[in-house]
């Protein structure tokens, strides 16, 4: 009998909880890719590029998502049966409130392991991929938009002009200016040259042409029969961030970089805390929705994003002052985690006493 009520709440609670997640890594994604269509703005992207994309984003977004996934999931499916009276019914049938939340404790578990998994491995994987493929797509591509007679500026700080473009790779009459170095400023004026792609960046073959140099109130003027320009295409995550490196290699970068070490640590951190968190919720979620009353599905779903709000508001919170040095590391990394460990415990306390 209880295996039935078990098998029915958990396929509720995993129809609940896929909505959910489709939900909130459609909404956190958006964002995302918001930023990602700038800078692919002057050089296009088709719809594979974008699945590639989406596939990429996904273990970064499911450490978050998962486990407020599982609480909402777990608040609707559990406030709507508290509604309709149907936990009151089990546990007057003898049912204890601990068998009843059995599902929660499955899926909780399931959900528990892909974040390990997401956190240590796929995660960091999937930022190098996606960092591999935007790099690929601006260098490959970039080439391609510079037309004739229109300012290019696909290159951060470079501007391009070209008089004529016989095919996609040759060009004549070609002005560029340079502004990547903040203490100069280049300006190159060629009669032809060639584009070409040297690993992740972009050589212009130059023939024939000047550079002036304008540095303070000089300028040097340089004449070339043969220059190579190369350019690497800006990219959102050119240096390797916190983001790409398993646990081990934060561990390594922190001792490396000591004016970086609290952040390379709070990532660190990160990767084990937030897929705890599932166990939290596995404590909190079922009790949290008798506490709630009959709230409904909506109710649920108001009161698990106020709980994550206020999580995440902390975490931020106090991860900040860590970085600053206002408070040691593991403060500031373990404060949010310990603070929603203690309100669910107190929480499951008040339940079980009724």
């Known amino acids: 009998m209880m295996l039935l009520i078990n098998k029915s709440i958990l396929k509720e609670l995993i129809i609940a909880f896929l909505i959910a997640l489709v939900f909130l890594n459609f909404t956190i994604m958006t964002e995302k890719l918001l930023r990602l ?55 007057t049938s003898g049912i204890s409130f601990f068998n009843i939340s059995r599902p929660v404790m499955y899926l909780g578990l399931g959900c528990l392991v892909i974040s390990f998994v997401m956190s240590f491995y796929l995660g960091p994987k999937g930022s190098v991929a996606l960092k591999r493929m935007i790099t690929e797509i601006l260098t490959i591509r970039a080439p391609l938009v510079i037309e004739e007679g229109i300012f290019n500026t696909a290159f951060k700080d470079i501007l391009i002009l070209v008089k004529e473009k016989p095919d996609p ?37 130059l023939k024939q ?82 506490k709630a009353g009959k709230v409904g599905r909506l109710g649920g779903l108001s009161i698990g994003l106020l709980v994550f709000g206020v999580y995440y508001t902390l975490m931020i919170y106090t991860e900040n002052l860590a970085v600053s040095k206002k408070i040691p590391t593991i403060v500031g990394s373990w404060t949010a985690f310990t603070v929603f460990t203690i309100f669910s415990i107190l929480i499951v306390v008040r339940v079980n006493k009724k």
């Open 169 to 205: 790779t040759s060009l004549k009459e070609i002005f560029i200016v340079d502004d990547r170095d903040a203490t100069e400023q280049k300006i190159l004026i060629a009669n032809e040259g060639k584009v070409s792609i040297v690993g992740d960046s972009i050589g212009f073959s």
């Open 209 to 290: 042409g000047r550079i002036y140099i304008i540095k303070a109130d000089t300028t040097t003027e340089i004449q070339f029969g043969h220059y190579f320009f190369k350019l690497t295409p800006h990219v959102e995550y050119h240096k390797v961030s916190p983001t790409e490196m398993t646990p081990a290699q934060l561990l390594q970068e922190a001792e490396k970089n000591p004016d970086k070490r609290n952040i390379y640590l709070i990532e660190y951190h990160r990767r084990f805390s937030l897929p705890l968190m599932c166990l939290i919720i596995m404590l909190l979620a079922p009790s949290l929705a008798l």
């Open 37 to 91: 269509s700038k800078l692919f703005a002057t050089v296009g992207i088709n719809i594979f590029d974008i699945l590639k994309i989406i596939l990429f984003i996904q273990p970064e977004l499911l450490i978050i998502t998962l486990p407020m996934s599982l609480l909402l999931s777990t608040l609707v499916v559990y406030g709507r049966m508290n509604a309709d009276n149907e936990i009151t019914i089990l546990k």
